[in-house]
C-alpha cells in the first residue's frame, strides 16, 4: 500500500461500440449486458441520493430486474414492470427466504417512462440509494449481485408468472464505483484496438507519477491483452476529451493522429508498477503530457457478444520530486507487413535494431553522457516462443538488458534490472525474437491482430530525452527476391502493392505472391538467414511526430563479433549463509514488490 500522500488518478476506459437502440433518454453513464445472448440491456446514472435505471429487453411481456445479497433469488429487492396497451407499469417487490415473491407494502421505486415496439420493452425507474425499507436493499459503493428475468406475457391479476429459462444473474458489479465513461459493446470480431482520449489530472506545480496499475475488469483477463498510454499534442481542444474509436481506422478523430509518444506499456498477466525510489514520470510541467490516448487492445477469438468491458489504469502521483524523470522507449521490428515468417517452422528469428546511429544522433544531442535503463518489457504475440534485448559497445556485446527464454503470450510484465544499464551514444540494441510457426499453412506477418506478429521491447529509463521509437525493419525488395519477384507495379497505388512479373505472380499483392510460393523447412531456414543480413529501415522518431534526420535511411546489420548468452543461475546449497535472503530479494526485484524488499 501507498502511504496517503499519494493521490491517484483514474484513467478508465469502456470500449464502446453502438448497437440498435430506441431510449428514451439521455445521460446514462453506464451499461452492462446482463445475459449471454445481448437481448438484456441495463443502463443507468445516478447523484448524491438517487439512482436511475434504464432496461432494454427483447420480449414484449414483463421484465424484472433485482438486486440480491448473492447472487440468489431468496431475500432479493425485485421490481417488475412492462407495457400493457400502450401504457407502462411497474411495481416494487421483494423476495423471502423461501423465494417467494411479495408485493412490497412501501412502494420505493418510481416509473419514468415505459414503451414497446413488436420486440422489444424499455422501462426506466428510480429509487433512493438509501430506502430505509428493510425490504430493500441499500446501494452503496460495495459490490452487489444482479439478478435479472423476462418473460413473453404482461402481469396479469394474480400477479407475474414464472419466468422458466428466461432468468439469470450477473455476478457482481459496483454501480456508485464504475467509471464515469460512457459504455457499450466491443465489436464482433477477433481483434479490436480501442482509442480514447483523456486529460491527466491538473496540477499547479510539477509532480511524479510514481506507480502505476491495471484496473482490468473482472472476467475479461483473458479479453484485454495490453493497454498503451500515448502522449497527445498539448493544444487539443477539450471537446476531443471522452472521444472514442476504433485505433487505426480511416474514420477516426484527426486528433488521434497526435497521440504518438508512449508514456506507459501494460500487457496481459502484468501487475502494477512501481517505479525506483529515484525516479518518476514527471506531469505539470511544459513538456509534460496534458492529453493523453488510452489504446486498449482486445483479443477476442471465441467472437463473444455483447461485451462490456471498463477496464483502464490508475496513476499514483505525488508533489515530493524524485531525482529524475522516466521516459520510454519502444525498440524492436516496426510493425509492418514487411516483418513476415515462413509457415512450418519450428523455429524462425526476428532481429530489430535500435542502431547504433540513431543513439548516436539522439543521445548524442540531448544527453552525451548517456541514460540509464531500468526495466524492461518485452512483447510479441501467439507465435512468440523467446525474447531477448541484446546491447552492444563497439561490436562487443554486453550482457543482456532482459531475456525470457520461456515467452508467454499471456504473461507480459515490465522487468525491473538488478543493476540499471548505461545506455550510451554509439550503442546498439537488437530485440531477438524467436518463433514456431509449426501447424501455419500461410506467412504469418507483422501486425495489430493476435494471430499477426510483433518483435518489440520497452525500455523504461532516466533521464528523459526525446526519443520514442528507435526500431528497424528489414527492406522489402531482398525479401521480394527470395521467391522470384522480378518486377511490382509502378506506380504504386494499392496496398499492399501488386507483382507484375513473373507472370505466375502477376497481378497478385506481395502477400498472395508470398502465401503462393511453396514454402519447406529448408526455404524458410534459407530465408530467415537471408533477411538477418539485409540491410533495414531505420526508425529514429521524437515525441509526437517529429522525426531525428537518421529516420528513413538505409543501413546494414552490424557484424557481431562474439554472442554472448544470459549468465546461467548458480544454486546455492540451504546451508549457504544468507541464501534466503538473496533470493528473496531477486524475487522482490523481478515482481516490483518495492515495499516488502524494503522490510526485509
Not at 327 to 332: L, M
Request: aromatic share 12%.
Amino acid at each position: 500500500m501507498l502511504p496517503a500522500k499519494y493521490r491517484s488518478v483514474l484513467v478508465l476506459f469502456t470500449a464502446f461500440w453502438f448497437y440498435a437502440s430506441f431510449s428514451h433518454g439521455s445521460g446514462f453513464r453506464h451499461s452492462t449486458i446482463l445475459d449471454p445472448h445481448g437481448k438484456y440491456h441495463l443502463k443507468w446514472r445516478f447523484d448524491r441520493g438517487t439512482i436511475t435505471f434504464e432496461i432494454e429487453v427483447e420480449t414484449t411481456g414483463y421484465v424484472g430486474f433485482g438486486l440480491s445479497p448473492n447472487g440468489a433469488m431468496a431475500l432479493s429487492d425485485i421490481v417488475i414492470g412492462g407495457v400493457t396497451d400502450g401504457r407502462p407499469y411497474l411495481q416494487d417487490y421483494f423476495a423471502d427466504a423461501k423465494r417467494k415473491v411479495h408485493r412490497d407494502v412501501q412502494q420505493n421505486y418510481r416509473l419514468e417512462y415505459g414503451r414497446e415496439n413488436n420486440t422489444h420493452t424499455v422501462l426506466a425507474f428510480s429509487r433512493d440509494l438509501l430506502t430505509c425499507d428493510t425490504n430493500d436493499k441499500d446501494i452503496t459503493e460495495s459490490t452487489v449481485r444482479v439478478i435479472w428475468a423476462y418473460h413473453s406475457d404482461d402481469v396479469g391479476p394474480s400477479g407475474p408468472m414464472y419466468h422458466g429459462v428466461n432468468r439469470g444473474r450477473k455476478i457482481s458489479t459496483r454501480l456508485l464505483n464504475k467509471p464515469d465513461t460512457t459504455s457499450g459493446f466491443l465489436p464482433y470480431k477477433d481483434t479490436t484496438y480501442w482509442c480514447q482520449i483523456f486529460q491527466i489530472q491538473e496540477v499547479q506545480q510539477k509532480h511524479h507519477i510514481i506507480r502505476i496499475e491495471p484496473l482490468i475488469q473482472r472476467g475479461h483477463e483473458n479479453l484485454v491483452h495490453h493497454i498503451l498510454l500515448y502522449q497527445c499534442d498539448s493544444n487539443l481542444n477539450e471537446s476531443e476529451l471522452g472521444a472514442s474509436h476504433e485505433c487505426y481506422h480511416p474514420n477516426m478523430p484527426d486528433s488521434f493522429l497526435t497521440c504518438e509518444t508512449i508514456v506507459f506499456a501494460w500487457a496481459i498477466g502484468g501487475e502494477g508498477f512501481t517505479y525506483p525510489p529515484h525516479v518518476g514520470l514527471s506531469i505539470g510541467t511544459a513538456i509534460d503530457p496534458v492529453y493523453v490516448l488510452m489504446e486498449v487492445h482486445y483479443d477476442n477469438p471465441a467472437l463473444q457478444q455483447g461485451v462490456v468491458d471498463s477496464s483502464g489504469l490508475r496513476l499514483f502521483y505525488t508533489p515530493e520530486l524524485r531525482q529524475y524523470d522516466a521516459g520510454v522507449i519502444e525498440t524492436g521490428v516496426w510493425v509492418s507487413l514487411y516483418h513476415m515468417l515462413p509457415p512450418g517452422m519450428q523455429e524462425y528469428v526476428s532481429e530489430g535494431h535500435c542502431t547504433r546511429e540513431c543513439l548516436q544522433e539522439s543521445l548524442g544531442q540531448e544527453m552525451p553522457n548517456g541514460v540509464r535503463v531500468f526495466a524492461v518489457l518485452m512483447h510479441a504475440h501467439l507465435a512468440g516462443r523467446a525474447i531477448r534485448t541484446r546491447h552492444f559497445r563497439e561490436q562487443e556485446e554486453l550482457q543482456p538488458l532482459s531475456h525470457d527464454e520461456e515467452f508467454d503470450f499471456n504473461f507480459q510484465e515490465f522487468q525491473l534490472l538488478k543493476e540499471e544499464r548505461l545506455l550510451l551514444p554509439g550503442d546498439h540494441l537488437i530485440t531477438e525474437c524467436k518463433y514456431t510457426t509449426k501447424g501455419r499453412q500461410n506467412m504469418t506477418w507483422g501486425g495489430l491482430t493476435t494471430r499477426d506478429e510483433m518483435c518489440l521491447s520497452y525500455l523504461l529509463y532516466y533521464p528523459r530525452v526525446n526519443l520514442a521509437r528507435c526500431e528497424s525493419l528489414p527492406e522489402i525488395t531482398g525479401q521480394l527476391k527470395f521467391i522470384g519477384v522480378k518486377e511490382i507495379q509502378a506506380p504504386v497505388t494499392t496496398w499492399p502493392f501488386m507483382i507484375k512479373s513473373p507472370k505466375k505472380y502477376s497481378n497478385l499483392s506481395f502477400i498472395e505472391a508470398m502465401d503462393k510460393y511453396r514454402w519447406s523447412k529448408k526455404r524458410g531456414k534459407s530465408f530467415n538467414e537471408m533477411v538477418l543480413q539485409l540491410p533495414m529501415n531505420v526508425r529514429c522518431s521524437k515525441w509526437g511526430q517529429d522525426e531525428w534526420s537518421i529516420q528513413g535511411t538505409l543501413v546494414s546489420p552490424p557484424e557481431v563479433k562474439s554472442e554472448v548468452k544470459p549468465p546461467s543461475v548458480v544454486c546455492r546449497s540451504a546451508s549457504e549463509p544468507h541464501s534466503g535472503v538473496v533470493l528473496l530479494f531477486t524475487l522482490c526485484l523481478t515482481y516490483s514488490v518495492v515495499q516488502a524488499c524494503l522490510s526485509l
